[in-house]
């Protein structure tokens, strides 16, 4: 258990329609990563935040946007869905000491239909 | 862009062989640099990592090895088991706050 807790687990939805994911990084840890990996892929970067403020951008579509919380929780929000917007959704948090591991979550698998 | 580069992408391997998986990244800046093992329906989990002050670290069976003129970073795990089997990611960590991962490797050890 890496102390990262994300839901939901699962998620199906219809083209068009908007989601939210939510993570709660481990406890003490500031930054939270999110990275999207689709089937066979790798795991491509989308955003980072550390204590409530974005950090670093990837290719984040701009359908996409995410958030950190004073909690320190984050959400992710897909709007505008597409079929090949169906992924794993992973979220990571690490500790606040520059260049470290990164602990993920079991991630959301997303499925648009 | 900061870009990593790994290979091969599949990897099979007789049970007590070698294994060796090889990335390249971009980002001159770049100072961190972990491996990832993903089991099935799971996340990453972090098995070995290297900084940029070291050339080689090593962990019971899995060892890295990093050349930093020639941006090349390479995971080594020997005496290979059954359990070993899974999807291997490098990743490198850039002078912009970002944890940039390669392609993956599926490896799988035949028993």
């Known amino acids: 258990d890496s102390g990262v807790t994300q839901t939901p687990k699962h998620l199906i939805t219809a083209t068009g329609q908007r989601v939210t994911l939510r993570c709660s990084p481990r406890s003490g840890d500031l930054s939270v990563y999110w990275y999207q990996q689709s089937l066979d892929q790798g795991l491509q970067f989308l955003i980072q935040?550390?204590?409530?403020?974005?950090?670093a951008k990837g290719n984040i579509l701009e359908r996409f946007s995410a958030q950190q919380f004073p909690d320190l929780h984050s959400e992710l929000n897909l709007s505008s869905l597409e079929l090949g917007d169906s992924a794993l959704y992973f979220c990571a948090s690490k500790g606040p000491s520059g260049a470290g591991e990164l602990f993920f979550g079991e991630g959301s698998r997303l499925t648009v239909l | 862009g900061e870009n990593v580069e790994q290979h091969p992408s599949t990897l099979s391997v007789q049970e007590g062989d070698s294994a060796v998986i090889k990335c390249t990244y971009s980002d001159s800046a770049s100072n961190y640099f972990p491996w990832y093992k993903q089991e099935l329906g799971k996340g990453p989990q972090l098995i070995i990592d290297?900084?940029?002050?070291?050339g080689e670290k090593k962990d019971q069976r899995i060892a890295v090895t990093l050349n930093k003129t020639a941006k090349h970073f390479s995971l080594h795990i020997t005496e290979t088991q059954p359990e070993d089997s899974a999807v291997y990611f490098c990743a490198s960590h850039t002078g912009g706050f970002k944890t940039i991962f390669g392609a993956g490797t599926r490896l799988f050890v035949k028993a």
């Open positions: 935040y550390y204590n409530g403020e974005e950090r």
């Open positions: 290297i900084r940029s002050n070291v």
